[in-house]
Every structure is written in C-alpha cells, then in structure tokens.
C-alpha cells in the first residue's frame, strides 16, 4: 500500500515538474520572441534617426556651400567696384573735361549701335538706361565720373547676358505680334514657340529674322529645350536645329 502511494506521488511531481518546465519553455519562448521585436524596432529607430541626420548633414553642406558661393561673388563684385575706381582715377588724369564728355558721348553712340544687335527681349532695357544716363549727364544730374561708371555696368550687364541662357515669356515683333516662350541663347539667337504652336529660331546676321520649323523631329527639340528651362533644368546636352549645346 506504502508503495503504491509513492508511486502516485511520484507520478504528480512528474507530472507537475513537467508542467512547470512547459511554462518556462513558452515563457521563455514568448521573452525572446519580445526582445526580437524589441530590437527590430530598435533598428528600425536607428535607421530612421540615420535618415534624418543624413538629410540634416546634406542641407547643411549646401548651406555652406551656398554662403560659400555669395561670399565669393561679393567678393568679385568688391574688386570689379576698385578696379572701375582705379580706371576712373586714371582715365581722369589722362584726358581733360572737355575732352572726357565728347569721347563718352561718342562712346554711347557706337555701344548703342552695338544694342541693336543684342537679343531683343533683354536689349530695349539696356538702351532704356543708356538714354537715362545720356539725359542725366546733359542735365548735369550726375557728373562725367558717375556716367562712365553707370555705362560700364551696362556693358557688364550686357556681357553676362551675352554669355548665358534663360527661359522668357515675352512679346516678340517679327512680321506681326507674337507671344513666345522662349529660350535665349547668348546675346543674338534663342529658341521659341508661339501662342499658335509655331516653333522657330531667332537669330541675327545682318539683320533679326525668325526660321519657322515645320519637321516634327525640329519642334520636338525646341519642346524640350523650353521645358526643361521651364523646369529650372538648365545643364545638359541638348540637341537643336542647326547647333548642339
């Protein structure tokens, strides 16, 4: 009887040990299983944070290099102003008054010449300015010294068009009105396509005239030249009737 009895307790501590064993099994499993999110959502956070800072790390390098970029142009424009100061100064000591007013005015009449071959949607305002200075120097309104110095920031305006490109949206007078947008390229051509969907060349030789393209394979490169200059897209390699940028 004394051995039977044992041997049911034996069988329930068994039974009970085997149990507890089980429960540690699945609660061991269910804590791994709790670290392994755990630390998958902990990467996940680290790649993330790495994300930001890698976008934080980008905007900052193009606002270095941007303040980089202004500092040198204020820089050049600090040494264009002293060298005009220099030629002033100079040009003054070589020449008399007299002498100085007759060579400007004649020096505006032959750079206002030079004007009527500049591209027509930037030229008209140069020419605007020149007029202003012309009228302001014979009113006396500013003296030989300003006048020379405002005519050379015309001419440096007019060479830093004459040397890029840009997208316009503007009327131009051909055989009538039209209304284009238009890439201008350099000082005397540019690409265009009117209100009416002509696409064409304006360019300079002996005079301005417009080359209407009526090939779709001409009309399909000028599109994209104006779109992608639309977009602010302005480098690349673009294929054009008659020259290749």
Same mark, same amino acid.
């Not at 980008?58 to 600090?78: H, N, P, W």
């Not at 206002?112 to 020419?127: F, G, N, R, W």
């Not at 997208?167 to 009117?194: A, D, I, W």
């Not at 304006?202 to 417009?210: C, G, R, V």
């Given at each position: ?98 002498? @100085? ?7 505006? /009449?032959?750079? %206002?010449?030079? =004007? &009527? +071959? ?92 417009? @080359? ?7 009309? /399909?490169?000028? %599109?994209?030249? =104006? &779109? +992608? ?17």
């Amino acid at each position: 009887m004394k051995s039977i009895i044992l041997s049911i307790l034996l069988v329930q501590v068994t039974q009970v040990a085997a149990s507890t064993l089980q429960d540690e099994v699945l609660a061991t499993s269910k804590l791994r299983q709790d670290v392994e999110l755990l630390s998958l959502e902990v990467e996940n956070l680290k790649k993330s944070q790495q994300s930001e800072m890698d976008v934080y790390i980008q905007r900052d390098q193009e606002v270095s290099a941007q303040i980089l970029k202004e500092k040198f142009r204020g820089d050049q424009l600090k040494t264009q102003i002293r060298l005009s100061q220099e030629k002033l100064k100079h040009h003054a000591k070589n020449l008399n008054t007299k002498g @100085n007013e007759v060579w400007l005015k004649n020096f505006w /009449k032959k750079y %206002e010449e030079s =004007l &009527t +071959q500049a591209h027509p949607l930037y030229a008209p305002k140069l020419q605007e300015k020149i007029q202003k200075l012309k009228l302001d120097f014979e009113q006396k309104k500013i003296s030989y010294e300003h006048a020379l110095l405002q005519t050379w920031f015309v001419m440096e305006r007019d060479l830093a068009k004459s040397q890029d490109a840009e997208f316009l949206l503007s009327p131009l007078q051909g055989e009538k009105l039209y209304h284009v947008e238009m890439v201008r390229l350099g000082r005397n051509q540019g690409y265009f396509r009117t209100a009416e969907g002509q696409y064409g060349k304006l360019f300079y030789t002996n005079k301005w005239e417009m @080359n209407f393209f009526e090939d779709t394979s001409s009309q /399909k490169m000028i %599109e994209n030249l =104006l &779109t +992608q200059f639309k977009q602010q897209q302005k480098t690349g390699l673009y294929q054009l009737p008659g020259i290749q940028l």
